[in-house]
C-alpha cells in the first residue's frame, strides 16, 4: 500500500491512544452500507481490505487507518429532467407556473423515491498516524477528501488537535530559489515541471512540462516576479512528487528500488506483502518529513 498523495497534519499536542486503543475507539463508526433511503454512508474499514477485521494495521510504531465512503449515484441530468418533466404536467394541470421553492421540493422528492433503486460507488481513504513525531499523513489528492477523513476521525475520537504544518519561510520563495539553482539542498533534485504564478490573486499562471526549468524563457518569467508554487522533485533517490507551496504531495510514485525491497520482504502472502509495503514507505516518509520542515527554515513557534 504506496500512498500517491500527502496531505499533513501536526499533532498539537501528544496523541494519546495506543494502537490497539485506538482500534477499540474506531468500532462504533465501523462504516455501514448505504440504507434505501441514505444519499451516503461514512465509516472505517480494515486497512488491509475485505476478509480483514482489524480497523487498524500497525508497524514500527505507525498505525494505519481507512475510511470507506459509499455514495448514491444520482446524475444531476437525470433528476433536471424528470423535475422538469414533473413541472410541466402540474403546471398544465394548475395552469401556472411553478415557483422556485415548489420547484426544489419537487426536486427533494424525486431524488427521495430515486433513492432506494440508484446505483452506489465507493472509495476509500488511507492515513496513518506516527505519534512519536506528532504526524498526521493522509492520502488524499484534495484537502477537502482530507478533512472529510480528519473529520470524521475528530468525530470518532472526541477531539483530534491537528492543524497543517506552519514553516518559518515563504515555500514559493525558497522553491523560486531552487529553480534560480541556488541553495538547492543536496537530497533534492529538481525534475522538469513546476507552475509559476505572480502574487497577485488574478494574476498569470505558467505551466511548465517536461521543460529544462533552468532555461531562458523560464528564468524571464523569474525575473518579472513569479514564483513557483508547485515543483516537481526527487527526493534522495527515493521518490518523486510534485511538491506544493501549502506543503503538500502530489503525484507520489516510490523508488523501484523500495518497491524491490517491499517485495522482497513480503513474499508470504497479500498480508505479509502489505505489512512490508506499509513498514518501508512510513520509514522512509518518517526521515522525509523532518527534511521538508528543515528545507524551510524549520516550524513556526506556536504563538
Known amino acids: 500500500m504506496w500512498f500517491k498523495n500527502l496531505q499533513l497534519y501536526r499533532f498539537t499536542s501528544e496523541f494519546q491512544y495506543t494502537s490497539e486503543e485506538l482500534a477499540e475507539k474506531l468500532i462504533p463508526g465501523e462504516f455501514q452500507p448505504c440504507g434505501k433511503r441514505d444519499l451516503s ?45 414533473k413541472a410541466a404536467i402540474i403546471e398544465e394541470q394548475e395552469g401556472r407556473k411553478l415557483y422556485r421553492k415548489e420547484r426544489e421540493t419537487l426536486k427533494e422528492e424525486i431524488i427521495f423515491d430515486a433513492l432506494p433503486h440508484a446505483f452506489t460507488r465507493s472509495s476509500r481513504t488511507f492515513a496513518y498516524i506516527d505519534p512519536r513525531n506528532g504526524w498526521l499523513v493522509v492520502d488524499a489528492a484534495s484537502p477537502k477528501k482530507a478533512e472529510e477523513l480528519t473529520s470524521y476521525l475528530r468525530e470518532t475520537l472526541g477531539s483530534l488537535p491537528v492543524v497543517p504544518p506552519q514553516v518559518v519561510a ?35 499562471i505558467i505551466r511548465c512540462k517536461n ?10 518569467h ?30 507520489l ?51
Open 41 to 85: 454512508q461514512y465509516g472505517w474499514v480494515a486497512p488491509m481490505g475485505p476478509g480483514f477485521a482489524e480497523l487498524i494495521h500497525a508497524a514500527n510504531g505507525f498505525t494505519m487507518i481507512c475510511a470507506r465512503k459509499e455514495e448514491k449515484v444520482m446524475p444531476s441530468a437525470v433528476i433536471k429532467e424528470l423535475v422538469e418533466d
Open 170 to 204: 515563504s515555500p514559493s520563495v525558497v522553491m523560486t530559489q531552487w529553480l534560480r539553482e541556488e541553495n538547492v539542498p543536496e537530497d533534492l533534485l529538481v525534475l522538469n515541471e513546476a507552475e509559476l504564478r505572480e502574487s497577485a490573486e488574478d494574476g498569470s
Open 222 to 251: 523569474l525575473d518579472a516576479g513569479k514564483q513557483a508554487y508547485k515543483l516537481a522533485v526527487e527526493w534522495d533517490e527515493n521518490f518523486s512528487a510534485m511538491l506544493n507551496d501549502d506543503l503538500t504531495l502530489k503525484r
Open 253 to 303: 510514485k516510490f523508488d523501484e528500488s523500495l518497491i524491490s525491497e517491499a517485495d522482497d520482504a513480503g513474499t508470504e502472502d497479500a498480508a505479509a506483502k502489505f505489512d512490508a509495503d506499509f513498514a518501508i514507505m512510513t520509514l522512509t516518509l518518517g526521515r522525509f518529513l523532518p527534511r521538508l520542515l528543515e528545507y524551510f527554515e524549520g516550524e513556526k513557534t506556536p504563538v
Open 211 to 220: 521543460q529544462d526549468l533552468s532555461a531562458e524563457e523560464v528564468t524571464a
